[in-house]
């Protein structure tokens, strides 16, 4: 097993990755394109080669010392090696060009290609004076020299003009370094520029197209089959950068387009031009700062200045009570900087406007200051996710983080607030005009707003007996979920929280466990047959940890009781809060998609809250396990999934209706083409059973059989949105003959 050097600067992380190179008579393209090799663009290759006494940069052996996030980030690489070996697989390692000549990064080879991943440099080209062939000498330099990598990361890379530069040197296979621990099996393609506050030029995506279309005909890769690469299914081979890291790129112009891209290069329509999205208004580009790289005159690329700076605008709007979430980078100084340290002084015009830190383990307040969770070494950047609570009253306020001022303006109707109508076939009706998301949250422009967001329809009057039932949406549904935990749970709370008229403060942890058939915390400060934990604030939420896992947050009323001789948590919670909570279409699916499964899955939920019970005599009514009922995580993957958020909140209390009853909605990962009756999955007298009979599912053709097969499946959903569906017409194929009502 081998593991991987990590290197960063401002703008690129730099791993071992596999590069594809075409050399020789192959770089002559078909028509106009043709790909320009290193000897033509002037890469000096003397960069390519060390002294015997000089260390190789290589991916073989220890890691040298860097910060706990590149550490962190190391072992998680090093357990998908483990978890996927056959993905890892090197062939050839060629540590020298003969006559003495040593590689700085030694040549390896991959046994095969799977993906190609598009980014872009992140370096604005709009006012750009130098050529393309100086640029990508620059970037060179910058890789090969600067950031001591002996080469170019890249495999390939297009200027504005369309020109496309041979990257990474060594010919078919070579593995390169474009997307740290998924790069071994991926040829990564960049495009010059900033597409965060620019557009690609029409020429770079027509070379973009031409030439994913020409290394999958190079490598016998199958753009209509979906890919599993390290355990993830993509519907095409060809992705984004940010669908296999935590990042912004290719940028939000080109990664909100690149559904149109993979469209055309399927299709073989590769001179087709692609329509870009504006960003959303809440985001004003004006204010926003530069990319924190440059390119010096016939130089390398050097960071700009260190320090904390915006991403994107720094005028919020948004509702009374609503959230917003944005993005601030900092980049340490010469000497680095140490974890714990406060960077930068918070300032907030009213105590009504909170402000919290987003990461893995959860939320945290920030109170006066921001403070750097890590140690970065020199250049090293951080990026802080940062989550605000607007007032829940109207007005003009503004906060200041580090110097950077930022204007809030809310407006509208408090956060939550919905009108639906009683009773409607969304499906047969095209005048609905009631709309659907009432919810005017801004959209990170990592999750950009669809056009179908926005949509209005209008309904018209019942026709089946199920419509003609008067029904309205109850925010007051609950669902009583089971949660796995630990024998002895960890409970804590944000805001304190009571129970058998114990109150606790939000400092307070208490380890639970069983007592007979009562459960008791081990202090001795409560006890009984049911100890329900009521947050003391609506916002309020309680957390649960262990000795082993870590930390999950909860919104609503946590009970603990012995069930079946185990003490058993349960989380009642309303059933919109529950939906918001379900891990099972995070943010890198389309947005229509999630919107099919929200309804979907919202609809399978509902339909165990009545008489008909999924699990009889218990006093749950759903459990966190995908396999008994639902993938529901709580609140960290809430506020990591802002778009599926929206989702859920576009289509509030919105259920399958058929014969007068809610839907049971099934749904699954993947087919081979068709989906599966009841009956053919082991399901006797599955109920409307009618509903579900097994169709041609295109989309899937090529993919295994993941999971039952019956109803929805999520690569079909998938495909069906990237061809432009809305989120019903995907229901309507998978679900037919069902109404769309409220609860």
């Known amino acids: ?112 290609v799977s993906l190609i991943i598009v980014h872009h440099t992140a370096l604005p080209v709009g006012k750009e004076k130098r050529s393309g062939t100086e640029r990508m000498r620059a970037l060179y330099q910058y890789h090969a020299s600067s950031q001591g990598w002996g080469d170019i990361g890249y495999h390939y890379v297009i200027d504005e003009s369309g020109e496309i530069y041979e990257g990474r040197m060594g010919g078919k296979n070579v593995v390169g370094g474009h997307a740290f621990c998924n790069n071994i099996g991926t ?69 909100t387009a690149f559904p149109q891209i993979v469209k055309n290069v399927q299709s073989g329509n590769i001179s087709a031009p692609v329509v870009f999205q504006d960003l959303p208004p809440e985001i004003n580009v004006s204010t926003a700062l530069p990319t924190q790289q440059t390119q010096t005159s016939g130089g390398p690329i050097t960071a700009v200045v260190s320090g904390l700076q915006p991403i994107g605008g720094r005028a919020i709007r948004t509702n009374p009570g609503g959230t917003y979430r944005f993005d601030m980078q900092y980049t340490a100084p010469l000497k680095g900087a140490r974890g714990g340290s406060r960077i930068a002084q918070v300032v907030l015009s009213s105590p009504a406007i909170r402000l919290s830190t987003i990461t893995e383990d959860g939320q945290k307040d920030v109170r006066g200051a921001l403070v750097l969770p890590q140690s970065l070494d020199s250049g090293e950047t951080y990026t802080f996710s940062l989550l605000l609570s607007a007032p829940t009253y109207e007005g003009t306020y503004w906060f200041e983080i580090g110097g950077t001022t930022y204007s809030l303006q809310t407006a509208g109707r408090r956060s939550r ?127 649960v940890s262990s000795d082993t896992g870590k930390a999950r947050l909860f919104r609503g009323i946590l009970e603990c009781r012995i069930v079946d001789g185990a003490l058993v948590l349960i989380n009642e919670l309303p059933l919109e809060d529950y939906l918001k909570g379900l891990s099972e279409e995070p943010d890198t699916e389309p947005y229509e998609k999630q919107r099919a499964f929200a309804i979907a899955a919202r609809s399978y939920a509902a339909s165990y809250l009545g008489s008909v019970r999924k699990f009889p005599g218990k006093p749950y009514d759903a459990s966190d396990s995908p396999a008994l009922f639902q993938a529901y995580s709580g609140v960290i993957f809430e506020r990591a999934n802002r778009s599926w958020v929206q989702a859920v909140e576009s289509t509030t209390a919105l259920v399958l209706w058929a014969n007068g009853s809610v839907v049971r909605a099934p749904y699954f990962s993947s087919d081979d083409g068709r989906t599966r009756s009841p009956a053919e999955a082991g399901w006797p007298n599955f109920p409307l059973a009618s509903i579900f009979t097994s169709k041609d599912d295109p989309w899937c053709r090529g993919q295994p059989l993941r999971g039952h097969g019956v109803g929805m499946s999520g690569c079909g959903a998938e495909g069906q949105a990237h061809e432009g569906k809305s989120g019903e017409a995907i229901l309507q194929y998978y679900y037919p003959g069902t109404t769309l009502q409220p609860l």
């Not at 030029?201 to 027509?206: A, N, Y």
């Open 417 to 543: 607030l919905m009108t639906i109508p009683t009773s409607y076939n969304i499906f047969t009706s095209p005048l609905y005009t009631v709309p659907l998301s009432v919810r005017a949250q801004p959209v990170n422009r990592a999750y950009p707003t669809s056009s179908a967001r926005n949509r209005t329809r209008t309904v018209s009057a019942a026709s089946s007996s199920a419509q003609s039932v008067s029904r309205t949406s109850s925010p007051s549904t609950t669902i009583r979920v089971r949660l796995t935990v630990d024998p002895e749970p960890i409970l804590g709370f944000t805001s304190g929280a009571s129970v058998n008229g114990t109150t606790f403060s939000a400092t307070a942890a208490l380890r639970l466990e069983r007592d007979g058939a009562s459960c008791r915390d081990t202090q001795g400060s409560v006890k009984g047959d049911v100890l329900r934990f009521s947050p003391l604030t609506m916002e309020g939420l309680i957390q």
């Open 1 to 112: 097993m081998f593991s991987f050097r990590w290197r960063t600067s401002v703008a690129v992380f730099f791993v071992a990755v596999v590069t594809v190179g075409i050399v020789g008579h192959a770089l002559a393209a078909q028509g106009e394109h043709r790909i320009i090799l290193r000897s033509e663009w002037g890469a000096d290759d003397s960069l390519l080669f060390r002294k015997k006494d000089q260390e190789a940069v290589t991916p073989v052996g220890e890691m040298p010392p860097v910060s706990s996030a590149v550490i962190e980030r190391q072992k998680a690489c090093d357990e998908m090696q483990k978890k996927y070996p056959d993905e890892f697989r090197i062939t050839q390692t060629i540590t020298e060009a003969g006559a003495g000549s040593l590689y700085r990064w030694p040549l390896q080879y991959a046994q095969s």
């Open 187 to 255: 040829i990564g393609i960049a495009l010059m520029g900033n597409f965060e506050n620019e557009q690609p030029t029409k020429r770079q995506i027509d070379s973009l197209q031409w030439l994913a279309a020409h290394l999958a005909s190079e490598n016998g890769i199958d753009l209509h089959r979906a890919v599993t690469f390290h355990g993830k299914t993509f519907s095409s081979p060809i992705i984004r950068h940010r669908d296999v890291l935590s990042t912004a790129c290719p940028g939000y112009y080109l990664a």
